[in-house]
């Protein structure tokens, strides 16, 4: 059977559910505002007790990397990206998530060659781009007199 790409197009269109764009979209707003008044509660609380403002909001940051890192190790956040979609991928929980992950992934091999080195799998490549930029971006500002 020899199909062009419209053709195969048309048939996957039409045995295929149409996507719950609006339900997927709001899901994801409601959990993605779910962590972050979790953070702001968490900023709130530390100020509370007595922290900077500075001060609180490294602790909030703190905090939400280990609860990231703990419900991924739980298997708890996995379940819960799987519903809300890019609502988990508020930038500090998500990469916490995409850190954790490839370790739980690959500790059954070990763990300097499962979990310490497929750690770094998704993480690393932004790790690398954000140093790399950083110190980019601080040459031109120093060579600019900045």
């Known amino acids: 059977m020899d199909m062009t ?10 045995h295929s559910d149409p996507s719950p764009t609006l339900r997927d979209a709001l899901t994801a707003f409601a959990v993605g505002g779910g962590i972050c008044c979790v953070g702001q509660a ?7 007790f007595g922290l900077s403002r500075d001060d609180a909001g490294t602790w909030v940051t703190v905090s939400l990397i ?6 991924t190790g739980l298997k708890v956040y996995d379940k819960l990206a799987r519903r809300a979609g890019a609502g988990t991928l508020v930038p500090v929980t998500g990469f916490a998530n995409s850190v954790v992950s490839p370790a739980m992934e690959f500790k059954s091999e070990g763990f300097i060659t499962g979990m310490a080195a497929k750690m770094f799998v998704i993480a690393g490549p932004v790790i690398v781009f954000g140093i790399g930029s950083s110190i980019l971006y601080g040459l031109i500002l120093c060579l600019m007199g900045g």
């Open 66 to 71: 280990f609860l990231s890192a703990l419900l």
């Open 5 to 14: 790409n419209q053709d195969f197009d048309k048939l996957v269109k039409q």
């Open 42 to 48: 968490l900023q709130l609380l530390y100020e509370r």
